[in-house]
């Protein structure tokens, strides 16, 4: 950051008008407007609750940097400005959005915002701080990395139970690489626990340079609280190669670390309601022609490879989410041809992609891409881009079931914005926040917007006990407000889950997945897909239709078509892949993909 003399100009938080769905609210400050403040992160619970962490000058010396949080009660307004300052007595300045805050909450409250703060010695450690469920402020600052060697680009995430995952990337000047590592929560934990024995989950390679550019990680964890993290291991300065691992619910470390091909970087994760992982990650990208593709896995390996986008030039960034159906919501940002800029798609995949959905022009450079979906499908995308004279940060809406609205300016039109970070909650109400100029110095923004249709009070689907209250300067001490009765029905409540193993008879007639209706009312109506592959090419397999009461269980049986039965004859086994669509009497449907090995009874 940089002294500047200036005359601030006062800038009052002023109510937020009622919000139209599909919409924004005008931007207030998340930080006061007094300091220089950059680097913002926000985390958004199903019901509503959040939390925001950022980095600022508290009196306004160069050295004085420090991380400031703050929180929000279930609720659809913005944060209050301000925030608590968490005294970490930074040593020297930091650059726009150098502290890497990350966030994470869940819906009973409980937080962790963390950071990459720089120490008297010269070095960058991680540091986070965690709020117990149901409590209104934050505990001790926990340093989670011993001075010596640097570290940097913290991750965090956390599933509905409190089960939480920080990763980081550390230096190691011995062998001049960046090694991960991370550390956990339990449900109910407070206090960061080491991974891996306190140890490198990754054994990476000396790319041949001492620089401080280390490549992000990406992690994500389940419902069960099994994790995946994934980053770019960078064999050579230019040239990269996605890794990932995983770690059990209840395992202490991370497992056997998988190489995708070299080549291959910038990945992101994301965790499904169904123990479902999404990776992506772009192939190529040096200006002659680029991928982005996509994996799923359950209980294991990354299944194939699903193309998302592809272009002639490159792709610079990725970013994925998944709904509770298991479909995966993928944005890009794509060069076409020589001297064009990087245009934002979005596309959603269940059994294959579609092509993307572009919602900016190749006219200005789309930057900073940062997606969030929830369980229904609604999704909010978010980008900076310019406008000719500043840079100004863009996000598009998405109600599950409809299209992506068209992109708009949510920032002033007249001063910088950047890096935006974005959350939305069950009912499709987002918060943003972002680096924006104010006069001279930087600042931090927030605005909120909501999907069209989206309800007038968030809805945990899951709902568990609601913090007393916000900590200092966040949000509001008052209870949070009681859910609507009578609230809309926005998703389908239903499983479906197929053995990894399947015989045919020689009739071709096999059992299909056991799929759960845990409705309350009404019945779901089940549409059942299998593909297999015959000469490299995808054809049906199998289709099967029924209907399944409220609460009650059925396993639909299924009858090979004829091109299928015939290659199953020849091959004696299929592998079949599957989706499982459930629509209930709402209307709200929702798609599971399944896979299984179909064999011969003999």
Request: hydrophobic share 40%.
């Given at each position: ?9 006062a800038f009052?938080c002023i109510?937020?008008?009622a ?10 400050y998340l930080?006061e ?16 609750a959040?939390?925001a ?53 869940n ?5 962790v ?13 991680i540091?986070?701080a965690?709020?117990a ?32 995952v920080?990763v980081?990337r ?37 790319d ?5 550019l ?21 064999l ?14 209840a395992?202490?470390?991370?497992g056997?670390?998988?190489n995708?091909?070299?080549g ?20 190529g990208s ?61 596309t ?9 959905t572009w ?18 499908g ?6 900076s881009?310019s406008?000719g ?15 992506w609205?068209p ?8 001063q910088?914005a ?18 924006a100029?104010n006069?001279a ?6 605005a909120?917007?909501a ?32 859910p609507?009765?009578?609230?809309s ?19 071709g ?25 015959k ?16 609460g ?18 020849k091959k ?16 709200n449907?929702?798609s ?7 064999t011969?009874?003999?």
């Amino acid at each position: 950051m940089r002294r500047l003399l200036v005359v601030l100009l006062a800038f009052g938080c002023i109510a937020a008008p009622a919000l139209a769905a599909g919409a924004w609210n005008k931007e207030t400050y998340l930080a006061e407007g007094f300091h220089e403040a950059t680097g913002p992160s926000v985390a958004v619970a199903p019901n509503g609750a959040a939390v925001a962490g950022w980095q600022a000058q508290f009196d306004g010396g160069l050295g004085n940097v420090d991380a400031f949080l703050t929180a929000r009660a279930p609720s659809t307004a913005a944060f209050a400005t301000g925030g608590t300052r968490q005294h970490v007595d930074s040593a020297k300045a930091h650059d726009e959005g150098d502290m890497h805050a990350t966030t994470a909450v869940n819906s009973a409250g409980k937080a962790v915002v963390a950071w990459r703060q720089a120490t008297f010695n010269g070095d960058f450690r991680i540091q986070a701080a965690v709020r117990a469920a149901g409590a209104s402020t934050f505990g001790a600052v926990q340093t989670l990395t011993d001075e010596g060697e640097d570290a940097s680009v913290p991750t965090v995430a956390m599933n509905a139970s409190g089960a939480t995952v920080l990763v980081w990337r550390r230096h190691e000047t011995a062998t001049k690489s960046w090694q991960v590592q991370g550390a956990a929560l339990t449900d109910a934990g407070t206090t960061f626990t080491a991974l891996d024995g306190g140890g490198n989950i990754s054994d990476e390679p000396d790319d041949g340079t001492d620089d401080f550019l280390s490549p992000e990680v990406r992690v994500a964890i389940a419902p069960s609280g099994a994790a995946v993290v994934a980053w770019q291991s960078r064999l050579t300065v230019s040239l990269g190669q996605t890794r990932w691992a995983r770690k059990g619910a209840a395992e202490a470390a991370f497992g056997t670390v998988h190489n995708l091909a070299t080549g291959t970087w910038a990945p992101d994760v994301a965790a499904g309601a169904g123990d479902d992982f999404a990776l992506t990650w772009i192939t190529g990208s040096g200006g002659s022609s680029a991928t982005v593709s996509l994996a799923r896995a359950t209980t294991g390996d990354f299944g194939e490879a699903t193309p998302v986008a592809s272009t002639a030039e490159s792709i610079v960034e990725d970013r994925v989410g998944l709904d509770a159906a298991g479909n995966a919501i993928v944005a890009v940002a794509e060069v076409t041809s020589t001297g064009t800029q990087p245009r934002a798609g979005v596309t959603t995949c269940a059994t294959t992609c579609p092509a993307p959905t572009w919602l900016t022009s190749e006219e200005r450079r789309v930057e900073g891409i940062d997606l969030a979906v929830n369980d229904a499908g609604d999704a909010v995308a978010a980008w900076s881009r310019s406008n000719g004279t500043h840079e100004l940060v863009e996000a598009s809406l998405r109600a599950h079931g409809k299209g992506w609205d068209p992109a708009v300016s949510v920032s002033r039109t007249d001063q910088n914005a950047h890096v935006p970070a974005v959350g939305i909650d069950s009912n499709g109400h987002v918060t943003m926040a972002w680096t924006a100029a104010n006069v001279a110095l930087f600042a931090v923004r927030q605005a909120t917007g909501a999907v069209d249709g989206a309800g007038t009070t968030p809805v945990d689907p899951t709902p568990t006990a609601t913090p007393s209250g916000p900590s200092g300067g966040g949000g509001s001490s008052s209870p949070p407000p009681p859910p609507p009765v009578g609230a809309s029905d926005r998703t389908v409540a239903a499983s479906a889950k197929l053995a990894k193993k399947t015989k045919a008879t020689k009739a071709g007639r096999f059992s299909g997945p056991k799929i759960t209706c845990s409705e309350t009312a009404g019945a779901c109506r089940v549409a059942i897909t299998f593909t297999t592959k015959k000469k490299g090419k995808r054809i049906v397999a199998a289709r099967a239709k029924a209907t399944i009461k409220a609460g009650k269980r059925a396993t639909p049986s299924l009858k090979l078509l004829k091109p299928a039965k015939a290659l199953l004859k020849k091959k004696h086994s299929l592998s079949l892949t599957g989706t499982v669509k459930v629509t209930d009497a709402a209307g709200n449907s929702h798609s599971f993909p399944v896979k299984t090995r179909l064999t011969a009874k003999r």
